[in-house]
């Protein structure tokens, strides 16, 4: 393990995290938050100072590999959660330490859970960082860093392995660092985009921008205490609807489409699963709610917004769905574990580790009824490697074991089962809002300190996809 490397990267991520601090702090400035300025300058400042002083002497042997990768995610998003919310202290917006890592953690992994109680009390400032906490873990803080930093070839495929969402990640041109860019590019564009349409609907400039980040990272804190229903606009429903959607795709297929290979994507089995899992579920609910909203045009529009917020794991919310047909929620909270596409800012297990476990479990029946057959799992028509499938299944029994885990533990903060159960799913997944107590009117400030930082860690477990995080506690054998 090179940790003199691990250290150096670190550094860089946390100085790079702190200059984007400046804006926060002209936030606070233009809004005149004095207290919020000073506490964001404050660790802004000491961010860049202490990234620079462990930098200022680049380590001989500067080579790395998936394990220094993971172990470079790992320590930058944990020490990140713990800096960023630095702010929330100092400023006295929030000033209980495991609420205000609660609220960074959720920000930075895009889960959207909250402690608040009086969103729209915090100061703009705050809610600015909020948002764009959400905005800067949607394509991850070490990918952010890549786009900005020139890093070997060889070293950024390692690190954007190690923090990439879903099974593979691989290169959209030659160069790995060129696909970095192409990708944030693509990020801008569609978040600026969604900004503009939304202002063309009347919403504020400041509410536009952040909501655009909220949904850019599909992390769903909004500057409302209502979230979008607050907005009562079905213009404003429609496009938040629209730019969940396209940010669970994986980011490939806009390149594709750029490069004008219509074929490949129509073709993509992943994003023909997710878009006929997202219409299937708006169905099925749209006949559940009809009666209670009277109309079919309405049980559609909040359905369409239900279904692609919590499968984007966006976590936004229009509607209180703890109040639907029991059918309905059952929907939703399946919905909660698959996620969006491999490669986009979704979260969940992923479509594509969906797909590959329903072909595994396929293949696995046909071979018990039919010894001598051979089967194989493919995808897109092509045979999936062995190691792919089977890193899959690993994962999700891991995943399962964490899960289940997380949830004998929190029984022990004294809430009833549905609010017990749906909390750690939300926050493993990423998705936000959950059942009864953690439901969309209700929030996370119900329990206590060490539940908060228990729920916080399967935030970071659910956005790094377990391995990183598992790699800090492992001994390299000598």
């Known amino acids: 393990m090179n940790y003199k490397m691990i250290t150096y990267l670190t550094a860089q991520i946390i100085r790079a995290v702190g200059i984007l601090l400046l804006l926060p702090i002209i936030v606070a400035g233009v809004y005149g938050e004095v207290h919020e300025l000073i506490a964001f300058a404050a660790t802004g400042g000491g961010m860049v100072l202490l990234g620079t002083l462990l930098t200022l002497k680049k380590p001989k042997n500067n080579a790395v590999y998936t394990r220094e990768g993971m172990a470079v995610v790992a320590c930058a998003w944990l020490i990140i959660s713990l800096l960023g919310a630095l702010p929330y202290l100092f400023s006295g917006n929030i000033p209980n330490i495991a609420d205000a890592i609660f609220e960074t953690a959720s920000g930075l992994t895009t889960t959207g859970s909250t402690i608040l109680n009086d969103i729209e009390g915090m100061s703009k400032s705050c809610l600015f ?29 390692h690190l954007v392995r190690a923090e990439s969402a879903g099974p593979t990640a691989g290169k959209l041109v030659a160069k790995m660092s060129m696909s970095v860019r192409i990708l944030y590019g693509i990020y801008i564009v569609l978040t600026t985009l969604e900004t503009i349409l939304l202002l063309c609907g009347g919403m504020p400039f400041f509410d536009a921008i952040t909501t655009a980040f909220a949904t850019a990272g599909t992390g769903g804190f909004s500057v409302k205490a209502g979230s979008i229903a607050d907005y009562n606009s079905a213009y404003v429903d429609f496009i938040v609807t629209l730019f969940m959607a396209l940010f669970s795709v994986n980011f490939t297929m806009y390149f594709l489409l750029l490069s004008r290979k219509f074929t490949q994507v129509f073709k993509n089995e992943e994003l023909r699963t997710f878009a006929g899992i997202c219409l299937t579920a708006i169905v099925l609910i749209t006949i559940s709610i009809t009666d209670f909203y009277g109309s079919v045009l309405k049980a559609l529009r909040y359905a369409g917004f239900q279904v692609l917020t919590i499968i984007s794991t966006a976590g936004f919310a229009t509607a209180d769905y703890t109040e639907w047909p029991f059918f309905s929620q059952m929907i939703l909270l399946l919905l909660m574990f698959v996620g969006g596409c491999a490669g986009s800012t979704g979260g969940g297990l992923k479509v594509m580790r969906i797909i590959l476990l329903v072909k595994s479990a396929i293949k696995e029946i046909k071979t018990m009824f039919n010894p001598r057959s051979v089967v194989v799992v493919k ?15 690993v994962y999700f029994v891991v995943f399962m074991f964490l899960l289940a885990g997380s949830a004998l533990l929190l029984s022990l903060d004294g809430h009833d089962i549905p609010t017990t159960i749906s909390a750690v799913i939300t926050c493993m997944n990423n998705v936000g809002p959950g059942l009864n107590e953690v439901g969309p009117s209700g929030n996370f400030a119900g329990f206590s300190s060490w539940a908060k930082l228990l729920l916080s860690v399967d935030m970071l477990l659910g956005r790094l996809e377990i391995y990183p995080l598992l790699v800090l506690f492992t001994v390299r054998k000598k």
């Not at 800067?136 to 070997?152: E, K, R, T």
């Open 379 to 393: 995808c897109d028509g092509k045979a999936v490697d062995k190691e792919v499938v089977r890193g899959v299944c």
């Open 129 to 157: 960082w909020r948002a764009f906490t959400h905005f800067i873990g949607g394509m991850g803080v070490l990918i952010l860093m890549l786009a900005i930093l020139p890093q070997s070839d060889t070293r950024t495929m």
